[in-house]
């Protein structure tokens, strides 16, 4: 039963575009949302988080959406960069510090 | 400088054979952490340690049985080795298991089973 769910196996965006990572969920315990950007051959490497209290968190060219009644979360890289070019995992935690991960979304940024 | 580092990179062997995997981290976090990677890239939890001490254990085989020295190292050990146990596993820690903050994670290590 998987309770992070990232459904879009990949996404392709042109360069300085916005690109938009989705993530659902299916507990409504998780207090803690994360985002995880990993290289191949690398560890994840973390981006950005939100608390469920929060529904918006920013840092620099990323930011994450939190809509608590459909589940749903979501990363915006604005301008995109080729340098982006990642799997990006969405991950959650309720009460612990235990991540539950999402299978990845593989972004493409071009030129 | 590794901030998590994880030996070997790689690893093959025989089933039914015993392995170690080793890690280390040198950003004086207290928890630490095992994740399996399967084949079709679930990232999944297996163990946490903080300050030596299990926190985490996940339904894990007992062939798999994690060690930590001390608060900067946490190995994992695997008894008889299985095909299934074929996975990236990553080590990882964090700041005294801070929730909604970072785990930083090694750069994993591929172990092949034949």
């Known amino acids: 039963d998987q309770q992070v769910k990232q459904n879009s196996p990949s996404l392709s965006v042109q360069e300085g575009r916005i690109s938009i990572l989705n993530c659902d969920y299916t507990n409504s315990m998780f207090d803690y949302f994360l985002w995880y950007k990993k290289y191949p051959a690398e560890g994840p490497t973390f981006l950005i988080s939100i608390s469920s209290i929060k529904d918006k968190n920013e840092d620099g060219r990323f930011t994450v959406f939190l809509n608590k009644s459909a589940k749903h979360l979501s990363l915006h890289i604005v301008p995109s960069q080729p340098g982006d070019s990642a799997v990006y995992f969405c991950?959650?935690?309720?009460?612990?510090?235990?991540?539950?991960f999402g299978t990845g979304t593989r972004l493409q940024v071009f030129p | 400088d590794t901030a998590v580092s994880q030996t070997p990179k790689y690893l093959v062997t025989q089933m039914g054979n015993d392995k170690s995997i080793k890690c280390e981290q040198n950003l004086g976090h207290d928890t630490m952490y095992w994740y399996k990677q399967d084949s079709k890239k679930f990232l999944k939890i297996m163990f946490s340690?903080?300050?030596?001490?299990?926190?985490i254990n996940e339904t894990v085989p007992n062939r798999f049985s994690p060690k930590s020295p001390d608060k900067a190292h946490l190995n994992l050990h695997i008894n008889s080795l299985e095909l299934g146990d074929s996975a990236v596993y990553f080590c990882?820690?964090?700041?005294?298991?801070?929730?909604?903050?970072?785990?930083?994670f090694g750069d994993g290590t591929r172990l092949s089973i034949l």
């Open positions: 340690y903080n300050n030596k001490e299990l926190i």
């Open positions: 991950a959650a935690s309720y009460n612990t510090d235990k991540l539950i």
């Open positions: 990882a820690s964090s700041q005294d298991g801070h929730r909604g903050g970072a785990q930083h």
